[in-house]
């Protein structure tokens, strides 16, 4: 379980969270990316795009990845609070509030990273 907290106000950390969460689904690993703060924006279709960082992997690539072999999660407050839908995300993306966290952070053999 990988939770970023930071987008392009933090690009360095933001990019970090999605080249691991992309990493470990490439390496076998079951990953669940959970988008919250200014993270959010990245479930938007077109915004992952608008994002650069030298030397860095491109950001919808790295997304692309997770949906692929993931899940994606934006988080149910945070797209409240940028009235964010269901209708306006990427496909594949859920929305999910802090119960949904609580019980994948809890499940046998979780370890949670955040970015």
Not at 62 to 67: E, F, K, P, R, T
């Given at each position: 379980?990988?939770?970023?907290?930071?987008?392009?106000?933090?690009?360095?950390?933001c990019s970090?969270?999605?080249?691991?969460?992309?990493?470990?689904?490439?390496?076998?690993?079951?990953?669940?990316?959970?988008?919250t703060g200014e993270s959010a924006w990245f479930?938007?279709?077109?915004?992952a795009a608008e994002f650069?960082?030298?030397?860095a992997a491109p950001l919808p690539d790295?997304?692309?990845?997770?949906?692929a072999g993931g899940q994606l999660t934006l988080c149910t407050?945070?797209?409240?609070?940028?009235?964010i839908t269901e209708k306006d995300?990427?496909?594949g993306v859920r929305i999910a509030g802090a119960q949904v966290f609580v019980q994948e952070a809890m499940a046998d053999g979780t370890q949670a990273l955040v970015y």
């Open positions: 379980m990988i939770k970023v907290t930071a987008g392009t106000d933090a690009p360095e950390r970090q969270a999605f080249t691991v969460a992309a990493v470990a689904v490439a390496s076998g690993v079951e990953v669940s990316l959970w988008l479930a938007l279709p077109g915004r650069e960082l030298p030397h790295l997304i692309d990845s997770v949906l407050q945070c797209a409240a609070r940028r009235d995300v990427l496909d």
